[in-house]
């Protein structure tokens, strides 16, 4: 089974500064999709970046980025020039890419609140 | 662009009712899920299924009941709603092939009183 593990619970960063939300799986396999979703108060559940455990380039969207260390099981989720409207929850996810391919597995969260 | 439709967005329910909650999705998606959001907790896997016709538990599945007659739909059954089953909760699907996300309903807040 896999697990994955958020530990901030809560972050803060001011309007254009940078944050970066921690995350770290544990897991077997070795074919596996990493994800960070985003859900703000409307509650609507929205991918931020996703990135191919095969893949070693880290993945980028825009203003955010991940650092993904496979050896380590970390993969961590960087805000660059934040906004008002990063101001959410975030989640981690996990998928392998057989088998159990069809579940997501969830971190806790982490929730970012960007202030002016 | 339909993707994943959730009805209803609210519900309270008295305890010992039974309701369904509804699940859409016009993507063709092999895979669908049903997951609860309990704060602290993240969001915890109910019930999935890889194709019409084909169910399975998830994580937290007591309580809970599910079917899959076809692709599209995936309704999930309270049989005898308790409070502990207050929640907010959301349906997902995603393809079986290529690196695809999940796609998210817009939620269900249920509050069993």
């Known amino acids: 089974a896999q697990t994955v593990t958020q530990s901030q619970p809560e972050m803060s960063v001011q309007e254009a500064e940078t944050v970066t939300l921690s995350c770290t799986y544990d897991t077997s396999e070795n074919n596996y999709y990493l994800f960070w979703y985003k859900q703000p108060p409307s509650r609507q559940m929205i991918l931020v970046i996703r990135q191919e455990a095969y893949k070693q380039q880290n993945a980028t969207e825009n203003r955010f980025s991940v650092n993904f260390q496979k050896a380590a099981k970390s993969f961590s989720l960087k805000i660059s020039d934040s906004q008002l409207g990063d101001t959410a929850m975030y989640f981690c996810a996990f998928r392998a890419s057989t088998g159990t391919a069809s579940k997501l597995t969830f971190g806790t969260g982490t929730r970012l609140q960007v202030t002016l | 662009n339909a993707g994943v439709t959730q009805t209803p967005k609210f519900q309270v329910l008295k305890t010992g009712q039974s309701m369904t909650l509804q699940c859409a999705q016009d993507m063709n998606h092999e895979y669908m899920s049903w997951y609860r959001q309990d704060p602290g907790m993240g969001l915890r896997l109910i019930h999935y299924s890889v194709g019409a016709g084909i169910t399975d538990q998830g994580e937290v599945p007591n309580g809970y009941n599910v079917s899959r007659s076809t692709t599209e739909d995936f309704p999930l059954r309270l049989l005898s709603a308790a409070p502990s089953q207050t929640s907010v909760y959301f349906c997902?699907?995603?393809?079986?092939?290529?690196?695809?996300?999940?796609?998210f309903g817009q939620g269900t807040r249920l509050t069993v009183v």
């Open positions: 997902a699907s995603s393809s079986r092939t290529g690196v695809t996300e999940a796609f």
